[in-house]
Structure formats: C-alpha cells, structure tokens
C-alpha cells in the first residue's frame, strides 16, 4: 500500500539532546513537509521542500534542521536550541507543490520530554 | 497576512444532527479552500476541497461551498454519526516561495453522542 510512515509514534527527548524524526512517502511524491501541531493552534509549517537536495524554511523553524537526500525520505532533526520541543510532529507530502494541491499525511510522532 | 478563522469549538451533538463549522479566511489572490479531519491518535486526512469561486466540495456526506463573496468555506453535513467525532480543520493554500504552502485554522473538535 502506498502511504507516509512516521517513526516512532512516540519519542522522549533529554535536555541538551538533538533527535530525529524520520518521515519515509512512497508515493513518489516530489514535495515533502514537516508541521508541528500544538493543542488549540492548528498545524504550524516547520520546513517544506519541493525537490530532492533542496528545502526551504517555514514559519517555525528556528531549532529545527531537516535533509532531502532522496525523494522518499525527508527526516527531521529536533535540536538542543528548540526550547519547547514537546509536541505532534506530522509529515506531509504533494506530487508537486503546484495550486490546489493535495497534501497527504503521515499518522504523526509525538516528541515529550523527559 | 493570509489566515484562516474557524469555529473552535470543542461541540458536541447527538446522532443525527445537523452540522455547520463556520470556516472564513483572509488572502490575497485566489487561494484554494480544503478541510482535513484528524481522528483522534491519528494524522490528517482531506475530507473535501474546492479550488475556485462557486466550487463545491463533497465527501461521504459533508459539503462546503468556495463563497469568494463573503471569504467563507463552512463546512455542513445533514446527519452526523458517531464516527464523525473528530477534530475538523479549515486550510487555505497560498503561493509563497514559488510553491504552494497551507495556512490552518485552529480546530474543532467534534463530539457526536449516540
């Protein structure tokens, strides 16, 4: 079955300590994106990117990294500098990043921490 | 700048009621509408869209109208059932960067009692 697989569903962060969220599509979509979700706040854009080797910053993403080293997987570093990292992480992904196009969603991580 | 207002709720109705989520948004251009649902635990999922003025969106029995004269997207169904209990995003797509990103709503989370 073609879909978006996130792993974990649940992950714990220490202080101090960098982690990474992986987000694997195959779909064969071009365009890939990584949304925070805090309660009450709706969805927050963190990094999109349209193609691979190539990622653009979103509304949030100061102590955040990500890479887009192959067309399928778009995985997302949560850094020490991100002050409050706790929250569901959902990765998104669109054949293109053209008008009207549909964005399709993983089933989500949640990052706590410890 | 471009934003996105929706009822937020929480709501709860019993079986079989009738169901409106008002949905109104601010851009410029003409931006495409969509509502996505997320079932609890889970990412989430387009539930319709429309992409220009006076187009309808429909799917498994909800409906919403592109209405550019008064900037709204609200979202009905005649008859909810218990699996419609879930929490109903509105998003607009904007062009930025060159590519097309979504702006959220809030949230509402539903509640159907049987």
């Known amino acids: 079955d073609g879909g978006i697989t996130q792993s974990p569903k649940y992950l714990f962060r220490k202080e101090g300590q960098n982690v990474t969220l992986s987000c694997e599509q195959n779909?064969?979509?071009?365009?890939m994106y990584w949304y925070r979700q805090d309660p009450g706040q709706g969805l927050r854009l963190i990094y999109y990117?349209?193609?691979?080797?190539?990622?653009q910053k979103g509304d949030i993403a100061e102590g955040y990294s990500v890479s887009r080293e192959k067309k399928e997987s778009f995985p997302l570093t949560v850094t020490s500098a991100q002050k409050n990292p706790t929250a569901f992480y959902l990765c998104?992904?669109?054949?293109?990043?053209?008008?009207?196009?549909?964005?399709?969603f993983g089933p989500g991580t949640r990052l706590l921490v410890l | 700048g471009d934003s996105v207002t929706q009822m937020e709720g929480p709501v709860t109705l019993s079986e079989e009621a009738f169901l409106t989520i008002n949905c109104t948004y601010t851009?410029?251009?003409?931006?495409?509408l969509f509502w996505y649902v997320q079932y609890p635990g889970e990412g989430l999922q387009l539930l319709l869209k429309?992409?220009?003025?006076?187009d309808k969106g429909s799917n498994k029995g909800f409906e919403a109208t592109y209405r550019k004269e008064t900037t709204s997207f609200h979202l009905e169904k005649g008859s909810v059932q218990v699996s419609d209990s879930a929490v109903y995003f509105c998003?607009?797509?904007?062009?930025?960067?060159?590519?097309?990103?979504?702006?959220f709503g809030k949230g509402m989370k539903l509640t159907v009692n049987p």
């Open positions: 998104a992904s669109s054949i293109g990043a053209g008008r009207g196009e549909t964005q399709y």
């Open positions: 779909l064969n979509h071009d365009a």
């Open positions: 990117s349209q193609i691979v080797n190539d990622f």
């Open positions: 851009a410029t251009g003409y931006p495409s």
């Open positions: 429309a992409t220009k003025a006076d």
């Open positions: 998003a607009l797509s904007i062009t930025q960067g060159g590519s097309e990103k979504l702006v």
